[in-house]
């Protein structure tokens, strides 16, 4: 490889390129060399270690809140690029699209579906959930120019076996809310609106 670079040295030489500057950077493939711009090839690196692991699924989890399933989508984003996701159901071995970005829900789940998103997790309510409505749901998670592939994670939801949804994980989702009470007590109290 050294011999090919003097090589190329010499025909530089030969050609009459003394006064241009030799770029820092040369790429050889096979037998051919060819000079790279250092500045594109340090932002193509850049560009490929942001896609890696842009987003990873960390949990999946599924309760009844009501008459409803709730179906909480747990991921570690690493990226501030857009989230897409699909949540689908696998019944009798074929696959059914309940809420989606990424592809079109089926018009059984359209009025009964719907999905929040909140930092770090997205949630799937499916209303007037029946045993009908059992089966492996899947999340799946891709971010927007994110080359590593969809993250999937899928879970068995069985009626009978599934818990109760626990109203302290509802305060987790959104705290700024019972935050700005706490700190506003004092305030209140100060007012004479709050007699403690």
């Known amino acids: 490889m050294g011999e090919a670079l003097q090589q190329h040295g010499r025909a530089s030489e030969q050609s009459g390129d003394m006064g241009k500057a030799p770029l820092s950077v040369t790429a050889t493939v096979g037998h051919l060399s060819r000079e790279m711009n250092p500045t594109i090839g340090i932002a193509v690196i850049l560009t490929v270690l942001q896609a890696a692991n842009c987003q990873m699924i960390k949990d999946l989890s599924a ?46 789940y359209r009025s009964r579906a719907n999905v929040t998103m909140h930092k770090n997790l997205v949630c799937l309510y499916l209303q007037s959930f029946t045993t009908s409505d059992e089966g492996v749901y899947m999340c799946e998670l891709k971010a927007t120019n994110d080359y590593t592939g969809n993250q999937i994670k899928n879970i068995t939801v069985i009626k009978d076996k599934l818990e109760k949804c626990a109203g302290f994980s509802l305060l987790i989702q959104n705290t700024s809310w019972l935050l700005l009470l706490l700190l506003s007590l004092p305030l209140l109290q ?7």
Do not use: M, W
């Open 63 to 108: 309760c009844l809140l009501g008459q409803s399933l709730r179906v909480d989508c747990r991921y570690e984003n690493k990226t501030s690029n857009p989230l897409t996701y699909e949540f689908s159901i696998t019944k009798d071995n074929r696959k059914h699209v309940i809420h989606s970005t990424i592809s079109v829900s089926e018009n059984i």
């Open 190 to 196: 100060a007012v004479d609106f709050v007699s403690l």
